[in-house]
């Protein structure tokens, strides 16, 4: 492949679909958009120029890491870029278009896929038409090669339009799912004099056509990953030699579901995998459990949390078993500002396209973008997470999760036309 600017964006949706990158993996995606920012004459921060390395959570190990960068080599990504982002993925690009005082204007896309395995049924149209997922156990299936494809819309768009005075700040974030990459790119420079920002979603059950202009309650979320380690001894000949590490895991997973549901509000727990691969006959020395905890106040998903930890360190006393548990990804509640939130109804009432404006609705689910949110609130700019329907035929995270194209259009349009009206308010004011 020569580069993505020749393609259209549908295409070039359906070509990051195809070679999907779980998170701190997208080097193929990473490179191959840097490329066509670059010519377009934005200013592009890579990898640690546009994540603080220290803060970032859930990291594969540095075999996999290497191995995502070799494949995205091996897939066309540009070497240039790849040398420049070394291990780290994520990129952020700027450029200011007509006066520089216009209003500094951020907009959050992110890249990652999931590690799961696509659908190859006849109903499944990435299947039929030829661009599902060639990495195994890797799929695009919450839709985040929209989001890029949209980025990158922006881009080629504003290039054509003469009516946004101002600086353009475009977030490629890498790991949003499991919440590991916006914490780490919300600690960056690059957050410091941001007036407006948007981040975005594609469907989240909403039909082609509609828009959220500001979702709200979200959930706080943790997720830890915890090893029990024990004793192992033959079963039969020696069962109270051994430290069941098992038995510590099995004992922690009854007692995390009980954790008392809070007065102040919802909460949630669950532990998605427990892992001990010990024969009948042994006393298992190793148990692995992957456990999330939500709350809808980051206080009610602390104490989530706190309690969860508790469970554990104690299921592991009861069994003379020691453990270790390591924060694998985590997000905050956000509250979107009513006057962005209004700028961004008004845009999407004026497109054609749109047809139908939702100013708030609940999210219902996690997002790391709200550190983004929240540290360009803190500096003293507005922000909104908006949604863009798409008419999903599959729910999200699952294998036959699919979007409608056209909302590629007209996530590119809403963001546009906001744009517009934020540069002329600025320049009234
Ligand atoms: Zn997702
Ligand atoms: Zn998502």
Same mark, same amino acid.
């Given at each position: 492949?020569?580069?993505?600017?020749?393609?259209?964006?549908?295409?070039?949706?359906?070509?990051?679909?195809?070679?999907?990158?779980?998170?701190?993996?997208?080097?193929?995606?990473?490179?191959?958009?840097?490329?066509?920012?670059?010519?377009?004459?934005?200013?592009?921060?890579?990898?640690?120029?546009?994540?603080?390395?220290?803060?970032?959570?859930?990291?594969?190990?540095?075999?996999?890491?290497?191995?995502?960068?070799?494949?995205?080599?091996?897939?066309?990504?540009?070497?240039?870029?790849?040398?420049?982002?070394s291990s780290v993925t994520g990129l952020i690009a700027e450029k200011t278009f007509g006066e520089k005082s216009?209003?500094?204007?951020?907009?959050?896309?992110?890249?990652?896929?999931?590690?799961?395995?696509?659908?190859?049924?006849?109903?499944?149209?990435?299947?039929?038409?030829?661009?599902?997922?060639?990495?195994?156990?890797?799929?695009?299936?919450?839709?985040?090669?929209?989001?890029?494809?949209?980025?990158?819309?922006?881009?080629?768009?504003?290039?054509?339009?003469?009516?946004?005075?101002?600086?353009?700040?475009?977030?490629?974030?890498?790991?949003?799912?499991?919440?590991?990459?916006?914490?780490?790119?919300s600690k960056t420079a690059h957050f410091t004099d941001i007036d407006h920002f948007i981040a975005l979603h594609?469907?989240?059950?909403?039909?082609?056509?509609?828009?959220?202009?500001?979702?709200?309650?979200?959930?706080? !979320? @943790?997720?830890?990953? =915890? &090893?029990?380690? #024990? %004793?192992? $001894?033959?079963?039969?000949?020696?069962?109270?030699?051994?430290? *069941?590490?098992?038995?510590?895991?099995?004992?922690?997973?009854?007692?995390?579901?009980?954790?008392?549901?809070?007065?102040?509000?919802?909460?949630?727990?669950?532990?998605?995998?427990?892992?001990?691969?010990?024969?009948?006959?042994?006393?298992?020395? !190793? @148990?692995?459990?992957? =456990? &999330?905890?939500? #709350? %809808?106040? $980051?206080?009610?998903?602390?104490?989530?949390?706190?309690?969860? *930890?508790?469970?554990?360190?104690?299921?592991?006393?009861?069994?003379?078993?020691?453990?270790?548990?390591?924060?694998?990804?985590?997000?905050?509640?956000?509250?979107?500002?009513?006057?962005?939130?209004?700028?961004?109804?008004?845009?999407?009432?004026?497109?054609?396209?749109?047809?139908?404006?939702?100013?708030? %609705?609940?999210?219902?689910?996690?997002?790391?973008?709200?550190?983004?949110?929240?540290?360009?609130?803190?500096?003293?700019?507005?922000?909104?997470?908006?949604?863009?329907?798409?008419?999903?035929?599959?729910?999200?995270?699952?294998?036959?999760?699919?979007?409608?194209?056209?909302?590629?259009?007209?996530?590119?349009?809403?963001?546009?036309?906001?744009?517009?009206?934020?540069?002329?308010?600025?320049?009234?004011?």
């Open positions: 492949m020569a580069t993505i600017s020749e393609l259209s964006l549908s295409e070039l949706r359906r070509d990051l679909h195809k070679y999907p990158e779980a998170g701190w993996k997208e080097f193929r995606t990473t490179s191959l958009i840097a490329e066509e920012l670059d010519e377009r004459g934005y200013t592009v921060h890579l990898g640690a120029d546009a994540i603080d390395t220290d803060e970032r959570l859930g990291v594969p190990n540095n075999d996999e890491i290497e191995r995502a960068r070799d494949r995205a080599r091996d897939e066309g990504a540009p070497e240039p870029y790849l040398d420049q982002m216009g209003p500094v204007v951020g907009v959050r896309v992110d890249m990652d896929a999931l590690e799961m395995t696509e659908s190859s049924d006849a109903e499944h149209r990435p299947a039929t038409d030829g661009f599902a997922s060639c990495h195994p156990n890797e799929m695009h299936a919450c839709g985040h090669d929209g989001h890029t494809t949209i980025g990158v819309g922006i881009a080629r768009t504003l290039d054509v339009t003469d009516n946004f005075s101002g600086t353009i700040k475009l977030f490629f974030q890498p790991a949003e799912e499991g919440g590991r990459g916006g914490l780490p790119m594609l469907g989240l059950g909403n039909e082609t056509g509609t828009i959220i202009a500001g979702y709200e309650r979200p959930l706080s !979320n @943790a997720k830890i990953d =915890v &090893e029990f380690h #024990g %004793e192992s $001894a033959h079963a039969g000949k020696a069962p109270n030699e051994g430290r *069941n590490a098992l038995q510590a895991a099995t004992t922690a997973i009854q007692n995390l579901y009980a954790i008392p549901r809070h007065e102040d509000g919802a909460t949630r727990i669950n532990v998605g995998q427990v892992h001990s691969p010990n024969a009948q006959n042994v006393i298992a020395d !190793n @148990a692995q459990m992957r =456990v &999330e905890v939500r #709350g %809808e106040a $980051a206080d009610l998903n602390e104490y989530m949390l706190d309690t969860a *930890n508790r469970v554990i360190e104690h299921a592991a006393g009861m069994h003379a078993v020691e453990y270790d548990t390591n924060l694998y990804g985590k997000t905050t509640t956000f509250e979107a500002d009513t006057e962005l939130v209004t700028v961004v109804a008004d845009a999407a009432h004026s497109l054609g396209t749109v047809t139908n404006v939702v100013e708030r %609705e609940p999210i219902g689910a996690s997002e790391d973008a709200s550190y983004l949110i929240k540290r360009v609130q803190a500096e003293g700019g507005q922000a909104t997470y908006i949604g863009v329907g798409a008419s999903n035929p599959s729910g999200h995270h699952t294998s036959r999760f699919d979007i409608d194209e056209d909302a590629l259009d007209i996530g590119v349009d809403v963001v546009i036309e906001t744009l517009k009206q934020l540069s002329l308010t600025h320049s009234q004011q």
